[in-house]
């Protein structure tokens, strides 16, 4: 018995569809080299597009297509599924696993899918509720793995000889361990570091909000923790933060990004931003264009609003047309160029 995954999305998304191949290999299922041959076809997918979205409805007629050749081909959906969907999902798939929040998940040793970078959830879920995204529909509240547990699985990689160890969380930053309250993110980031080897740490993605002093300073101390920052700020104005219910105002934000460049000069720090958002006007995208300008990041990643139904933000009104939304995303790129 073969199976094939395909998975959408972040590098969550692709943690877990590393968990999900050790599963069905302990149960005696091999990895097929094409989705031709498979006898079970995994789709992890991502809910935060609803391009996404459409992406995973387009598979039907393939695997229409496929289970004519193949009777017994089984299909299964997994990932960030909102419940309004599974009702269209239920038409192409024939099994919906719903592996959010389950914490004996999380103590499944991976099939990693390559041997120098390796992907190590620390926790899952999200409390913020951001109006413009799907996660905490889909995956629950926040829940933290046990310090335990995560120093094990970065122990076992670093013993096959692993070079960079990714510590993920939708919100990574706010991890506070479940047996011991007074272990937080910082602490864990240590605790990992006091680990004998040759290795980088790396994480994603910290909500600016919940980044500490304590953060910067373990950051700035280490030899370990690689010099490089994703600190998502997806707007230059307070107003349009305030709509996408973002717990910080542009000036927190430069304040932040001043004091860890004080601490850490050497650090490279991406962002990543929304054009267009419902309501966004020319004056209040030139704020984050202006942004763009002081902070002058090393990396962005742009992405032009679309409405997803199911989140805060699907019940404002859309009122930037998709043609000024490739002029606001063009314009950032090119400020972006001159300093990537």
């Given at each position: 018995m073969k199976y094939y995954i395909i998975t959408y999305g972040c590098q969550m998304n692709f943690s877990d569809s590393e968990r999900i191949a050790a599963v069905l290999e302990k149960i005696g299922y091999s990895l097929a080299s094409k989705i031709d041959v498979a006898d079970l076809i995994v789709v992890n997918?991502?809910?935060?597009?609803q391009?996404?979205?459409?992406?995973?409805?387009?598979?039907?007629?393939?695997?229409?297509?496929?289970?004519?050749?193949?009777?017994?081909?089984?299909?299964?959906?997994?990932g960030c599924v909102l419940k309004k969907d599974r009702k269209k999902f239920k038409k192409i798939f024939d099994?919906?696993?719903?592996?959010?929040?389950?914490?004996?998940?999380?103590?499944?040793?991976?099939?990693?899918?390559?041997?120098?970078?390796a992907y190590v959830p620390i926790s899952n879920g999200c409390n913020k509720f951001c109006t413009y995204c799907v996660v905490p529909y889909t995956r629950g509240p926040e829940i933290y793995r046990p310090v335990k547990e995560i120093l094990k699985e970065v122990k076992n990689l670093i013993k096959k000889e692993f070079k960079e160890i990714w510590l993920l969380g939708q919100n990574v930053n706010s991890y506070k361990s479940s047996f011991n309250r007074s272990i937080n993110f910082p602490k864990l980031l240590k605790m990992?570091?006091?680990i004998p080897g040759n290795f980088w740490i790396r994480f994603m993605s910290p909500n600016p909000k919940d980044f500490s002093n304590e953060l910067i300073d373990v950051m700035a101390k280490s030899k370990k923790v690689a010099k490089y920052l994703n600190l998502p700020v997806q707007s230059g104005d307070n107003k349009i933060l305030k709509k996408m219910n973002r717990p910080y105002t542009v000036k927190q934000y430069k304040d932040l990004v001043k004091k860890i460049r004080e601490k850490i000069p050497e650090i490279n720090l991406s962002t990543d931003v929304i054009v267009g958002f419902p309501g966004e006007t020319k004056k209040q995208f030139e704020n984050t264009v202006k942004l763009f300008k002081q902070i002058k990041f090393n990396m962005a990643y742009i992405a032009k609003y679309s409405p997803r139904p199911g989140t805060a933000a699907f019940q404002m009104k859309d009122n930037v047309s998709i043609k000024e939304k490739k002029l606001r995303e063009k314009i950032l790129k090119e400020i972006l160029k001159k300093y990537a």
């Open positions: 997918m991502c809910s935060v597009r391009s996404a979205v459409d992406r995973v409805f387009g598979l039907g007629q393939k695997f229409k297509k496929l289970k004519s050749k193949k009777s017994k081909l089984k299909t299964v959906l997994t099994t919906i696993w719903d592996i959010k929040n389950e914490a004996s998940f999380f103590k499944v040793l991976p099939k990693y899918q390559n041997n120098f970078r990992i570091q006091g």
